[in-house]
């Protein structure tokens, strides 16, 4: 089993920076993709961006160029930087972790709280 715990987030005014952090315990040499994934009010749960043990990204065409997702493998952690930030970047954010071996389970941490508004 795989735990997550997201911590960092907070209220901003748009322009600002944030960074998120997400702590992983557990089976942590078993996790493969790394991600983090935002809910707005009213709105279906989207993918912000995720990342490979081997160093692949991916981004949402909305976060590009501001957003940097990292993880430090020794901490346990991943990281989401944000820039630039907007109000339309409100949402709650979820760090996700897929597992490397057969069968393929995911995990979800509970959540933090990020809101752009001036």
């Known amino acids: 089993q795989v735990q997550l715990v997201e911590s960092g987030g907070g209220l901003v005014q748009p322009g600002t920076s944030l960074r998120l952090s997400c702590a992983a315990s557990?089976?942590?040499?078993?996790?493969?993709?790394m991600g983090w994934y935002r809910q707005a009010p009213g709105k279906e749960r989207e993918l912000v961006a995720t990342?490979?043990?081997?160093?692949?990204?991916n981004y949402a065409d909305s976060v590009k160029g501001r957003f940097t997702i990292s993880r430090d493998n020794a901490k346990n952690t991943a990281y989401l930087q944000m820039n630039g930030l907007k109000p339309e970047d409100t949402a709650v954010y979820y760090c996700?972790?897929?597992?490397?071996?057969?069968?393929?389970?995911?995990?979800w941490g509970p959540g933090t709280q990020v809101t752009v508004s001036s």
């Open positions: 996700n972790a897929l597992s490397r071996w057969p069968p393929i389970r995911s995990y």
């Open positions: 557990g089976s942590t040499l078993t996790i493969n993709t």
């Open positions: 990342l490979t043990t081997g160093g692949v990204t």
